[in-house]
T-cell receptor, first 115, second 117 residues
Framework: KAGVTQTPRYLIKTRGQQVTLSCSPISGHRSVSWYQQTPGQGLQFLFEYFSETQRNKGNFPGRFSGRQFSNSRSEMNVSTLELGDSALYLC??????????????FGEGSRLTVL | GNSVTQMEGPVTLSEEAFLTINCTYTATGYPSLFWYVQYPGEGLQLLLKATKADDKGSNKGFEATYRKETTSFHLEKGSVQVSDSAVYFCALIDDGGSGGSNYKLTFGKGTLLTVNP
């Protein structure tokens, strides 16, 4: 079956703009998590959505937001972009059952460059 | 809170050499432990996992044993190949004492492995 699909794969924005990234999970997966990957900080958890509700949240400012649709597809939005937001944004899906098994399926990521 | 510390890279080995990547963790509950691998240009994929103390996870010749007494989960492979060149991430999942409401994966910073022919 198809894997996790993220779009766009690459994008360039300027400071102050906003960006929306999209993620389509594996069919049947109801949980979508987002991570930011940078060389300095590694992988940092942004948030998790399950059945259209945010179930878990990391320590990022309110400029970072997300949502999930009824078909489990998810989007994340970053407003008022800063240079430090340049990163690879990874989406991961899972069945979403509790307790969480920790077995996530990752997309290839969206690489954001902020100039 | 939870944290994962893994050895700094990069690690460069010759083909057929023995690999160890160290990983230690701090957790408030009883975590499950994982190794994920990221090949160049790809997303992360699960390599192996262990869910309780003394469990050994294994896959593709890689092994790691859950050591509660030393809070460690070191990754080993007896004979690496060029195709093993990738970034390896140690990770844990734990509810952080929240009673099941706050599960999330916590990752180490990753170790870049380069295997030369």
């Amino acid at each position: 079956k198809a894997g996790v699909t993220q779009t766009p794969r690459y994008l360039i924005k300027t400071r102050g703009q906003q960006v929306t990234l999209s993620c389509s999970p594996i069919s049947g997966h109801r949980s979508v998590s987002w991570y930011q990957q940078t060389p300095g900080q590694g992988l940092q958890f942004l948030f998790e959505y399950f059945s259209e509700t945010q179930r878990n949240k990391g320590n990022f400012p309110g400029r970072f937001s997300g949502r999930q649709f009824s078909n489990s597809r998810s989007e994340m939005n970053v407003s008022t972009l800063e240079l430090g937001d340049s990163a690879l944004y990874l989406c991961a899906s899972s069945l979403g059952d509790r307790p969480n098994t920790g077995e996530l399926f990752f997309g290839e990521g969206s690489r954001l460059t902020v100039l | 809170g939870n944290s994962v510390t893994q050895m700094e890279g990069p690690v460069t080995l010759s083909e057929e050499a023995f690999l160890t990547i160290n990983c230690t963790y701090t957790a408030t509950g009883y975590p499950s432990l994982f190794w994920y691998v990221q090949y160049p240009g790809e997303g992360l994929q699960l390599l192996l996992k262990a869910t309780k103390a003394d469990d050994k996870g294994s896959n593709k010749g890689f092994e790691a044993t859950y050591r509660k007494e030393t809070t460690s989960f070191h990754l080993e492979k007896g004979s690496v190949q060029v195709s093993d060149s990738a970034v390896y991430f140690c990770a844990l999942i734990d509810d952080g004492g929240s009673g099941g409401s706050n599960y999330k994966l916590t990752f180490g910073k990753g170790t870049l492995l380069t295997v030369n022919p």
